[in-house]
């Protein structure tokens, strides 16, 4: 994990603030503003705050789902901001998303077989039945059947539409996954489980992983290094054990805190960290 993937510089994202009948631009609103990161092949690095700090704006930033006001973001040597339309398009091959809500990530008007599948076929890498077994193939390994193919979102649980989210962000076999608080909208139980599939593919996979979220438990558990974010910046950068056991912000001592203890005679304290 020494080689970088993705480095980030400097990066900025302000949104500008508009007043009166011309509308005119009156200030701007620094949502992220001045982030720098990098992110190794085959690491996760946790992108975590509390909610309105900017880690999803610097997620679908890095994307260009969003325009970035300024910075650089280097992904394998490309820098994704001064990339052409279509060698953007070639890019996202290699760079996905998972959504945070699963519903309203999948259209419900398509059968699920298709919502894998379009990536495929938007590319142009597979069609009939070659496209049809690639569809079966991530949904098995997603952890449902074959026959879900024929079925629609609606027709499944949350935990369920989450799997079929990530069968549709490994569809073109992609090197980074940015995953915007994946597990969220979901019951404790149904959380491990997809944190336990999304370390398992990176296994499988060599992908690499810039995972955001709220929730320290769940950063603790997935993460190899964890950058802090409070409004807009990153305030605190370490491995894993680093931050957690010997964090050097208040704000990450609150982060800590927050993650309930089922025990409330017990001291709270993070579980000691897994080897990664």
Aim: charged share 25%; proline share 5%; glycine share 10%.
């Amino acid at each position: 994990m020494a080689q970088p993937i993705l480095e980030v510089k400097d990066l900025q994202v302000h949104f500008p603030i508009r007043r009166g009948l011309l509308q005119r631009t009156v200030g701007h609103v620094k949502a992220v503003d001045g982030v720098s990161f990098t992110l190794n092949r085959g690491e996760t690095l946790g992108l975590v705050g509390e909610s309105g700090c900017g880690k999803t704006t610097a997620g679908r930033a890095l994307l260009r789902l969003i325009p970035a006001t300024g910075g650089t973001a280097n992904f394998d040597g490309q820098d994704i901001f001064s990339l052409a339309p279509e060698a953007m398009r070639t890019l996202r091959r290699r760079i996905q998303i998972i959504f945070q809500d699963p519903g309203g990530s999948l259209n419900p008007r398509m059968r699920v077989g298709n919502i894998i599948g379009e990536p495929l076929l938007v590319h142009g890498l597979a069609t009939g039945d070659q496209l049809r077994s690639r569809v079966e193939e991530l949904l098995v390994r997603c952890g449902l059947w074959k026959q879900a193919a024929d079925r629609y979102p609606h027709e499944f649980s949350g935990g369920q539409r989450q799997r079929i989210g990530i069968a549709r962000a490994l569809a073109l076999d992609p090197d980074l996954i940015v995953c915007d608080e994946p597990t969220s909208a979901l019951d404790v139980s149904i959380q491990s489980q997809i944190l336990n599939l999304l370390k398992d593919l990176q296994d499988e996979r060599g992908l690499s992983y810039l995972f955001i979220s709220h929730d320290m438990a769940v950063i603790h558990h997935i993460c190899h290094r964890i950058a802090v974010m409070r409004e807009g910046r990153i305030v605190e950068m370490g491995t894993r054990d680093e931050v957690i056991r010997s964090p050097k912000q208040a704000y990450t001592k609150e982060l800590l805190d927050a993650v309930p203890e089922a025990d409330p005679h017990r001291k709270r304290i993070v579980a000691p960290a897994a080897k990664a």
